[in-house]
């Protein structure tokens, strides 16, 4: 008798020692879980950052100007290939803590006829000397407007507002320009307020008017 409720004792110690040890493993495997997860956030949000940052001039007005290397993707005679250029991208998720004078990458390309928008940098390079119609939206959260500058390697072109506003809002404008062949046309914020644009209605598009001397 004394025997059997020693093992039944024992049993009874070893079973809870099994349970007190697979909760500690599973709480370890939750932690471990949790830090995996909150690493690859952080990768993630690192990732991000440098690619914005990649291609963000930095300094003052000059620096501005700068634009990093194009792809290659131009096409020489896009207009004797009977193609007429013209874009349209918009962001492919929400953008915040947007730089003053950087411009504003829109990195999904939906429309480019003449590979002449860059997705990477948010930069139009003009095929061939013409008169063009840009137009661009942007809308803005609760008390978050922005100001804007369609800007150009021949110097700006146009101005966008987006009222600071209680409630979510969206402006922008439509601009022709006469350009020449090679120049670079992009977007940028130009005011201290304003750190969010939302992914599904800020867009930025543009198309050849007209073919010039």
């Not at 940052?53 to 131009?74: D, F, M, N, W």
């Not at 250029?85 to 918009?90: I, N």
């Not at 947007?98 to 003449?114: A, Q």
């Not at 942007?138 to 804007?148: F, I, R, V």
């Amino acid at each position: 008798m004394r025997f059997s409720l020693i093992c039944l004792l024992g049993l009874a110690i070893f079973s809870l020692a099994r349970a007190s040890s697979e909760e500690h493993l599973s709480e370890i495997l939750r932690r471990l879980e949790k830090l995996e997860n909150e690493n690859k956030m952080k990768d993630e949000k690192i990732a991000y950052l440098l690619e914005k940052t990649k291609y963000c001039p930095q300094g003052g007005i000059e620096a501005q100007t700068q634009i990093s290397p194009r792809t290659g993707r131009l096409l020489s005679n896009p207009i004797a290939s009977g193609l007429l250029p013209a874009f349209h991208a918009r962001l492919s998720r929400d953008l915040t803590n947007i730089g003053l004078g950087h411009p504003i990458v829109f990195d999904l390309e939906i429309v480019d006829t003449t590979h002449s928008y860059e997705p990477a940098d948010g930069i139009f390079t003009v095929p061939v000397t013409g008169i063009y119609v840009f137009n661009w939206n942007l809308m803005t959260k609760e008390t978050s407007g922005m100001d804007t500058t369609l800007t150009s390697s021949q110097g700006p072109l146009g101005d966008g507002f987006v009222s600071n506003a209680d409630v979510w809002d969206n402006g922008g404008n439509l601009v022709m320009a006469k350009l020449t062949k090679g120049a670079h046309v992009w977007l940028k914020k130009v005011s201290s307020y304003g750190s969010f644009l939302h992914e599904r209605f800020s867009t930025f598009s543009g198309y050849l008017l007209t073919e010039t001397d």
